[in-house]
């Protein structure tokens, strides 16, 4: 079963470079963390993933080259991603939500009909994600957290086998948190899970595997004790964080 496979990927914005001769593997059943200081080319490395910005190099999943498909396309081979603010249909049911996402190919009043029964894998995924006893409530009386946990239910309903998580524990509780980091550790026993994130404890807590990057490039790569110990990771993160203080005395002082 082979994972993630990226090769010299490189993104171009009117000549400026995003992403610059990206490597990157990531197999099935890793969780992988991509962390780096602002502008380093993360949600960019994703959007050429997925389809959504044009790229350079190779990016592989189970074998298949996605670069130059559609992003229907690329969705079809079983690759999924979260946005930073979810995006569910909050007028609709938890499970009519689901049942939206799972049901390629149904009429949607068939979907929408009320029915006995919940389709197995629907069932499953709203256990996964622990939204059973609230199949019933309007997604929109969600908490922020427990929306995004049914966005991620809408990708394993699609049988998403490579799932890509833009900072899914923005403006969570730390309850929230612990409970996201747990769902994902579960979720990647069994598909391959690439998070990008900036809360660093977070990723200390969850990550199997970690990739800095800075600049459009990996910076450094390994488990969070390896990135942690790395005196490049420490001069971008200490030099940005330098930067940020010396910006707000800057604006303290204006
Ligand atoms: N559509 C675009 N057109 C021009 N430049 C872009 C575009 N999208 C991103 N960029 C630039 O590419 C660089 C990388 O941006 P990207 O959003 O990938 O960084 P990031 O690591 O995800 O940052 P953040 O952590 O702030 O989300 C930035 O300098 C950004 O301004």
Do not use: C
């Given at each position: 079963?082979?994972?993630?496979?990226?090769?010299?990927?490189?993104?171009?914005?009117?000549?400026?470079?995003?992403?610059?001769?990206?490597?990157?593997d990531?197999?099935?059943?890793?969780?992988?963390?991509?962390?780096?200081?602002?502008?380093?080319?993360?949600?960019?490395?994703?959007?050429?993933?997925?389809?959504?910005?044009?790229?350079?190099?190779?990016?592989?999943?189970?074998?298949?080259?996605?670069?130059?498909?559609?992003?229907?396309?690329?969705?079809?081979?079983?690759?999924?991603?979260?946005?930073?603010?979810?995006?569910?249909?909050?007028?609709l049911?938890?499970?009519?939500n689901?049942?939206?996402?799972?049901?390629?190919?149904?009429?949607?009043?068939?979907?929408?009909?009320?029915?006995?029964?919940?389709?197995?894998?629907?069932?499953?995924?709203?256990?996964?994600?622990?939204?059973?006893?609230?199949?019933?409530?309007?997604?929109?009386?969600?908490?922020?957290?427990?929306?995004?946990?049914?966005?991620?239910?809408?990708?394993?309903?699609?049988?998403?086998?490579?799932?890509?998580?833009?900072?899914?524990?923005?403006?969570?509780?730390?309850?929230?948190?612990?409970?996201?980091?747990?769902?994902l550790?579960?979720?990647?026993?069994?598909?391959?899970?690439?998070?990008?994130?900036?809360?660093m404890?977070?990723?200390?807590?969850?990550?199997?595997?970690?990739?800095?990057?800075?600049?459009?490039?990996?910076?450094?790569?390994?488990?969070?004790?390896?990135?942690?110990?790395?005196?490049?990771?420490?001069?971008?993160?200490?030099?940005?964080?330098?930067?940020?203080?010396?910006?707000?005395?800057?604006?303290?002082?204006?």
């Open positions: 079963m082979s994972g993630l496979e990226i090769r010299r990927l490189r993104v171009t914005f009117d000549g400026f470079t995003a992403v610059d001769g990206v490597d990157l990531v197999r099935p059943g890793d969780l992988r963390f991509l962390i780096g200081p602002n502008g380093a080319g993360k949600t960019t490395l994703v959007d050429a993933v997925t389809g959504l910005v044009k790229a350079e190099g190779s990016a592989r999943f189970g074998g298949e080259e996605l670069l130059g498909r559609s992003v229907h396309r690329i969705a079809r081979s079983g690759i999924g991603r979260t946005f930073q603010t979810a995006t569910v249909f909050e007028e049911t938890v499970l009519q689901l049942d939206i996402a799972a049901g390629a190919g149904r009429g949607v009043w068939t979907m929408l009909r009320r029915r006995k029964g919940v389709p197995e894998p629907v069932a499953r995924a709203l256990e996964t994600v622990g939204l059973t006893e609230l199949a019933d409530s309007p997604a929109g009386t969600l908490a922020h957290g427990q929306k995004q946990w049914l966005e991620i239910g809408m990708l394993l309903v699609q049988d998403v086998r490579l799932l890509l998580l833009d900072e899914p524990v923005a403006g969570m509780s730390h309850d929230e948190r612990q409970a996201t980091g747990e769902l550790q579960r979720i990647s026993e069994e598909r391959t899970v690439v998070v990008i994130e900036h809360d404890d977070f990723m200390r807590s969850f990550a199997r595997s970690v990739s800095v990057l800075h600049a459009g490039k990996v910076l450094s790569e390994g488990t969070v004790a390896e990135v942690q110990a790395d005196p490049k990771v420490q001069e971008v993160y200490l030099g940005h964080a330098a930067a940020e203080a010396t910006a707000d005395v800057a604006v303290q002082e204006a």
